[in-house]
């Protein structure tokens, strides 16, 4: 059977696996802290620890991991501080492309000829669009920039210019983010989780989803298949 997609702004979900039904909901939800407001409550204090800030970081799932859409993933970390953190998987592309959003949401003036894959950003709100890219000057509705060169967006007006051809020069389209409460990724790299690797623009947006991974580990002069279960952040 055919895969319906129905890219409308209004709540919906995704089943990165098993859904027919897909609706797509982008808007203004970023504020200055990148503090999104669906983003569960606080539950956890940090501790009296000087805090290290793994922003603009990839997070590497180690072999031991093996929960679902975090299986074999890399994460760019979009925020990080004592509040929580957020990142956007971006090595598990979906069994869709960018027209299939495109399309449902019959913007005047689009161009078809956007096969780029759709990716699974996390498990949360898999039913909102964000949109990380390539920081080129444009401003849009609702915007955070992660760093000089990189910007993540999940207003509609960015998906309107891409739909013209006139959007950011490079992007990874995702549905959903990966998201953690105060504390819990600091526990989670404790025990050995996650591998951190400095995060590079290169590998986002100019190596292939299935080769993320490794090229992420190349700057630490390894690869994947070197990892042992119980390795730590670098």
């Known amino acids: 059977m055919a895969k319906i997609v129905s890219a409308s702004f209004a709540p919906g979900a995704l089943n990165a696996s098993h859904s027919k039904l897909i609706k797509v909901e982008f808007g203004p939800i970023i504020s200055k802290r990148l503090v999104f407001a669906v983003i569960s409550p606080i539950l956890t204090s940090m501790t ?4 290290v800030s793994f922003k603009n ?14 299986t074999h993933s890399i994460t760019y970390l979009c925020e990080h501080d004592e509040h929580g953190a ?3 998987i971006i090595n598990h592309p979906l069994n869709m492309d960018v027209d299939e959003i495109l399309e449902q949401l019959e913007l005047d003036g689009c161009s ?6 759709v990716y699974a950003g996390g498990p949360i709100h898999t039913d909102r669009g964000f949109v990380l890219h390539r920081r ?4 849009w509705e609702s915007s955070i920039d992660v760093t000089d060169t990189i910007t993540l967006t999940t207003s509609l007006d960015i998906l309107d210019a891409i739909a013209r051809n006139c959007g950011p020069s490079q992007s990874i389209i995702a ?3 990966a998201g953690w409460d105060a504390g819990q990724l600091e526990e989670e790299l404790q025990e050995n989780i996650w591998l951190t690797v400095a995060a590079s ?8 989803a299935e080769k993320r991974v490794d090229a992420a580990l190349a700057s630490l002069g390894i690869d994947f298949s070197q990892i042992s279960p119980h390795s730590g952040h670098a």
């Open 112 to 117: 078809y000829d956007h096969q780029q894959p």
């Open 136 to 139: 080129d000057g444009k401003q």
């Open 48 to 51: 009296n620890t000087a805090f």
């Open 86 to 88: 957020m990142g956007i």
């Open 175 to 177: 549905l959903g983010y």
């Open 57 to 70: 970081h990839f997070l590497i799932a180690l072999p031991a991991l093996k929960d679902g859409i975090f």
């Open 201 to 208: 623009d290169h590998v986002i947006f100019e190596v292939e």
